[in-house]
């Protein structure tokens, strides 16, 4: 069966089994399980947006012939489309719903995660976005070995990339299921399955385009949708912010100190460290790295940032005003509290109980549906950088050693995808009953110390060399792991020990120093015969990433 037809018949089945999803006893994100009726809006809503993304899957199917098709959409998209689908990469759900229950829980120290994510991009903008584009074709793997030794680095590359997705995925996965639940109406196990399924058409079929545009379209309906929230609540006040701040300080239990810093992270270790993993981590997300190869140069790349960074931090306003808007008109509603005075559903649903409040059931089943949409998006850029480390670095680099064709390439690439897909969906249902709140800060504790250090030493560190990179790599994302393991989170709270070995949640300030000091060490220790030849070759390396001569598409300077 040819795969367009195959697509045909998928859209077809999906639509029809969404339709037909009969009703489940929701439970609730965190807490004991609630009976919860299904949300007719809220599925109707869902049906069509799927029904949309799996049309333009469809579309981009016909269109992606090469690996540079499915990898980097051909490199046709425009900087301000790129920006606009790194957003929507970026603006999960747990952005959405976790920051604005953090607001609502501590106030003035919710804006911690905003402004820690917010200003990574600087950081890509000024230092990365365009040697990226110029330096690299599908992976940040291509930068690193691009003076290296391939076979090493682009093992180590890909580990801390399967690594960053499979923790990322399981968050996301487990989310998926527990938020469904409540939100839909539906059994945790379906939610799951849709959820998979849907990333596996999307991916392997659509490759980069479909991606791209399913963000687009993400990205737009979460910040339509959130705007809409944000600026109901305002009109509450007459659009007077100093109103709306004193009514939450009057309002919530810890009055005064919401507007203080101190009540969510409460030593400096633990802040500065959190901001590291924000900040760096976002520069060493695959799926976000990704994106830069998709555009026809580095100036578009430069664009894509700066819409990326508007539309984000556009965003992060939004949900510190959605957050106190839930401490004022949620948290005083018995509508939306349990019998200890708690949010029904968990401190999660602040968001989408303020979308009732402001705009009724419509709004509220309009917000449950992008809340979907927003995991069912990540998922699939999650996917699509899975795929491309196996397919791309591994497959065709390390095993082939570069003599893979395109048709087996992307043949690898569509198998990697199943496999995930598969993978996610068994692992999303596996960890249904665990605690998985940290591992979304495990993949950006990773992402900030095995992936960025070794990136950007070798764009900027002349004595980097395949030694280094290779053994500070691995520190890296041995380090983040192992601490977190030994950290509260998991040594206290799922393993059931009284205290932790590590004293701190967020490993990343010394898994980050371990990764930049074994790289500086051990490249200034080597003594192998190719050093010379790699230390020589980071001349071309410079002059190609400051002129894109050489790369696919360079702009004129």
Known sequence: MKPNRLLAGALGLAVAGLAALPAFAAG????????????ITAIVMFVLFVTGTLGITYWAAKRTRSTRDFYAA?????????????????????????????????????????IGFLVGWPIIMFLMAERLRNLGRYTFADIVSFRLRQTPVRVMAASGTLVVVAF?????????????????????????????????????????LATTWVQIVKAVLLLGGASFIAVMVMAAFDFDFSALFAKGVEVH???????????????????????????????????????????????????????ATSFIGYFYILTFIIGFGAIVLVSTNPQYLDVKGGLLGGSNMAAIHLAHAVGGDAMLGFISAVAFA????????????????VSHDLYASVFRRGRASDAQEMRVSKYATLVLGVVAIVLGIAFEKQNIAF???????????????????????R????????VGGFIGLTTAVGLTVLGPAIWVKILGYAQPIFPYDAPALFSMIAAFAACWVV?????????????????????????????EGAAAH
Do not use: C
């Open 28 to 39: 609730a994100l965190e807490g004991t399980a609630e009976k919860q009726a299904v949300n």
């Open 74 to 114: 051909g490199g046709a998209i425009t900087g301000f489309q790129n920006g606009l689908a790194i957003a929507g990469d970026y603006m999960s759900a747990a952005s959405f719903l976790g920051i604005s229950a953090l607001v609502y829980g501590s106030g003035f120290d919710g804006l911690i995660y905003s």
């Open 168 to 208: 990322y995925l399981i968050a996301q996965m487990v989310g998926a299921g527990q938020l469904i639940k409540l939100l839909f109406g539906l059994d945790y196990l379906y939610a799951v399955m849709i959820v998979g399924v849907l990333m596996i058409l999307y991916v392997m079929f659509g490759g980069m």
């Open 253 to 307: 239990p810890k009055h005064q100190a919401i507007m203080a810093p101190g009540t969510l992270v409460k030593d400096p270790v633990s802040t500065i460290s959190l901001g590291l993993a924000l900040m760096f981590g976002t520069a060493g997300l695959p799926h976000i790295l990704m994106r830069f190869f998709t555009v026809a140069d580095a100036k578009e790349a430069r664009k894509s940032v700066f819409w």
């Open 374 to 389: 927003t995991i069912l998006a990540v998922v699939a850029g999650l996917t699509l950088a899975g795929a491309t480390a």
């Open 439 to 461: 591992m979304v800060g495990l993949a950006f504790a990773v992402a900030a110390s095995a992936n960025f250090p070794v990136l950007i030493l070798s764009m900027y560190w």
């Open 463 to 470: 004595n980097l060399t395949t030694l280094g990179a290779v």
């Open 523 to 551: 490249s200034l220790l080597d003594r192998s015969t190719a050093v010379r030849d790699e230390i020589r070759r980071f001349d071309a390396l410079y002059i190609r990433a400051q002129t894109g001569i050489g790369a």
